[in-house]
């Protein structure tokens, strides 16, 4: 037990330490930043199914999943303490119509512990819900530099869930989410004299919003066998709509921009937002719903499809309004599975294990110059036993590539491939005593 929770501790160490913003995507500066996916590396592998569920891997999609049967390996009298904790390397090609450019992160991306009791099962953990990570700059009719725009920070989730056996195959479950975080970002814009020779002095804008908030995702599992060999699963969940409190600074800076286009603020002056009825402001979080349903044999191969539809229409920050941007509802389809050769094989390690393979296509929500920004993705994994057979822990591989937005417009094309990395650890906790 102890080794397990060193090996997590050094792997959460391991990817805080190396972790940038969190993002390298332009289309962060939208929003409150880029939506980070609310799963492990077994979904994302799968196209970023959250419809399959097991007893020894964490679903951070459906609550529902906390709970489950026991083991029949363990006389049916418990099921195991599961942990997961995973992080993400990104690279990313950025073109328009007339430049190209690259750009990568490295970001830790979930911890996770979900916990027998009963009927019920119990799940908390910590994840990154947006990331703002940007760079942006816009050039004049002459071609010098017009405007220069930098974005960080993000929203952080803590989640705390229940779950609950109605049936052998019928689950409910529900988790509380507290979001917290601050997202900061600057704008520059620069000025030049008749000879198109850039002031000494340039006016940059500074905001900050520290932002907190709390919502609830609801969840459904249904699980049952078609024959001794196929199993029928699905899987439903509904996010209400909720607010987010923002607390925000906006301040002017005179600046002066030196040779290693280092930005030295010569003075400063803070905007009055309470004045203007913005220090503190609501964003509206959109509500989600979504389905899934696949067929398998058990501990041997599933495939499942999985549809979600959220409403980023409902989506406001009075903060700022106006611009090319424009809010749509947004949708996301994702099919893929799993196939696992021999899972109780004592020799011949390669057949214990897991290969995940799926895709996705979305529809970000996110419409820009009246381009609808889209995103389409296609991933695999590896799942490798870790110790002894028994102990069901794994490691897990995932790739995935895929990409979002387009050149139309003035807009921006992404080309990326994401690496992800994670490990899921099992241990018994409650056993029965045999003799008094």
Not at 265 to 280: F, K, Q
């Given at each position: 037990m102890l080794k397990k929770l060193v090996v997590v501790f050094i792997a959460v160490i391991a990817f805080h330490g190396y972790s940038q913003e969190g993002n390298a995507s332009p289309y962060s500066f939208y929003g409150i930043g880029s939506l980070k996916f609310k799963g492990t590396v077994e979904n994302r592998s799968m196209g970023g199914l959250g419809v399959y569920a097991d007893s020894v891997h964490v679903n951070l999609r459906n609550p529902a999943t906390f709970t489950g049967n026991?083991?029949?390996?363990?006389?049916?009298?418990?099921?195991?303490?599961?942990?997961?904790?995973?992080?993400?390397?990104?690279?990313?090609?950025?073109?328009?119509?007339?430049?190209?450019?690259?750009?990568?992160?490295?970001?830790?991306?979930?911890?996770?512990?979900?916990?027998?009791?009963?009927?019920?099962?119990?799940?908390?953990?910590?994840?990154?819900?947006?990331?703002?990570?940007?760079?942006?700059?816009?050039?004049?009719?002459?071609?010098?530099?017009?405007?220069?725009?930098?974005?960080?920070?993000?929203?952080?989730?803590?989640?705390?869930?229940?779950?609950?056996?109605?049936?052998?195959?019928?689950?409910?479950?529900?988790?509380?989410?507290?979001?917290?975080?601050?997202?900061?970002?600057?704008?520059?814009?620069?000025?030049?004299?008749?000879?198109?020779?850039?002031l000494q002095y340039q006016t940059r804008e500074n905001n900050r919003s520290d932002l907190s908030g709390l919502n609830f995702n609801l969840g459904l599992y249904f699980r049952s066998m078609f024959s001794e060999k196929l199993e029928f699963v699905s899987s439903a969940t509904f996010t209400p709509k909720s607010n987010l409190t923002s607390q925000n600074e906006r301040s002017f800076s005179t600046i002066f921009v030196n040779s290693n286009d280092n930005e030295i603020?010569?003075?400063?002056?803070?905007?009055?937002?309470?004045?203007?009825?913005?220090?503190?402001t609501k964003l509206t979080l959109p509500s989600k719903f979504s389905f899934g349903a696949g067929i398998g044999e058990p501990r041997k191969w599933f495939f499942g499809a999985e549809y979600t539809s959220q409403k980023i229409s409902e989506f406001s920050n009075p903060l700022y309004t106006g611009g090319a941007t424009a809010y749509e509802d947004a949708s996301l389809i994702s099919v893929g599975g799993f196939y696992i050769p021999q899972y109780s094989a004592f020799n011949g390690f390669l057949k214990r294990w897991v290969y995940r393979a799926g895709m996705r296509y979305e529809k970000t929500g996110l419409r820009i110059n009246d381009e609808s920004i889209k995103e389409f993705g296609i991933s695999f994994g590896v799942g490798l036993p870790v110790g002894e057979i028994t102990s069901f822990s794994n490691a897990n591989i995932g790739v995935e590539i895929g990409q979002r937005g387009t050149t139309s417009n003035n807009l921006i094309e992404e080309n990326f491939i994401n690496v992800q990395l994670s490990l899921s650890l099992n241990d018994r906790w409650f056993m029965k005593r045999k003799y008094n």
């Open positions: 026991n083991l029949e390996l363990w006389g049916n009298e418990s099921r195991p303490v599961k942990f997961t904790v995973g992080g993400s390397y990104s690279n990313i090609n950025l073109k328009s119509e007339s430049s190209t450019d690259k750009a990568s992160s490295t970001t830790f991306d979930y911890l996770a512990l979900n916990v027998p009791i009963g009927k019920f099962g119990v799940g908390f953990g910590l994840l990154p819900y947006t990331a703002v990570g940007y760079r942006l700059e816009s050039l004049n009719d002459n071609g010098d530099l017009e405007n220069r725009f930098k974005g960080e920070g993000g929203l952080n989730m803590a989640f705390l869930g229940l779950g609950y056996q109605i049936t052998k195959g019928l689950s409910i479950g529900v988790d509380a989410h507290y979001n917290f975080g601050n997202i900061q970002n600057s704008v520059i814009e620069f000025q030049y004299d008749e000879q198109d020779i850039p603020v010569v003075n400063r002056i803070e905007t009055d937002l309470e004045a203007l009825g913005l220090l503190e």
